[in-house]
């Protein structure tokens, strides 16, 4: 299972950047998926997930400014922020949480980067 990440880039406070990332491999089924990020320092923290219910959790520092959303079809989850802060500097991984012949198991992306500043 491979989760390719793109957007990210930078970005002044108070604008807007959208991430997606894309589920490829042997896949049975997909339970959720997210994003996560670290700040340079800091721990892995989750941003946003999405459930294949529909259902999604985010950290309420970014509620009401980030959105996420998924496409079963695509296996793609897309994540718009907006809004955006200098705290939001950080790495962003891509989380999938899903089964395959070796059973279910969480998988990451490699990373994107984005940077918010004047």
């Known amino acids: 299972v491979h989760l390719v990440e793109s957007g990210g880039g930078l970005v002044q406070p108070g604008g807007s950047l959208r991430l997606s990332c894309e589920a490829s491999g042997s896949i049975f089924s997909i339970y959720s998926m997210g994003w996560y990020r670290q700040a340079p320092g800091k721990q892995r923290e989750l941003v946003a997930t999405i459930t294949s219910d529909g259902n999604t959790n985010s950290a309420d520092s970014v509620k009401g400014r980030f959105a996420i959303s998924r496409d079963d079809a695509k296996r793609t989850v897309v994540f718009e922020m907006g809004s955006l802060k200098p705290e939001d500097t950080a790495v962003y991984y891509c989380?999938?949480?899903?089964?395959?012949?070796?059973?279910?198991?969480?998988?990451w992306g490699q990373g994107t980067q984005v940077t918010v500043s004047s």
């Open positions: 989380h999938a949480d899903v089964s395959n012949y070796s059973g279910r198991r969480v998988f």
